[in-house]
């Protein structure tokens, strides 16, 4: 994936609580949602009992944006209620990026 830079990454990390109770439907949901918002770039996600999802956005205002989307809003509340027994949500400027492929 190459994109124009910089651009911005939000990085969720977390540790689900047990049972799918609805989880990757809503996880289906919200990714469909979050392409189809202005600024969106990308996504990428691996869960190996710690989940990683990264999503990559043009700016910190589309960032915003995705924030205040009410769909997700409901969602992020569903996910502090039942989901996530932990996350955390980092915010980074990439100005450089590299790769290997073979």
Request: net charge positive; with cysteine; charged share 25%.
């Amino acid at each position: 994936m190459e994109l124009q830079k910089p651009y911005y990454a939000v990085i969720f990390t977390n540790l689900r609580t047990e049972g799918d109770n609805g989880y990757g439907q809503m996880a289906e949901v919200m990714e469909t949602l979050a392409r189809k918002q202005p600024g969106f770039l990308g996504f990428e996600s691996a869960r190996d009992g710690l989940g990683i999802a990264v999503s990559y956005w043009e700016s910190l205002e589309a960032i915003a944006n995705w924030k205040s989307q009410m769909d997700h809003k409901q969602a992020r509340k569903k996910g502090i209620q039942t989901w996530y027994s932990w996350y955390k949500v980092r915010i980074c400027k990439v100005e450089r990026e590299y790769e290997f492929n073979k």
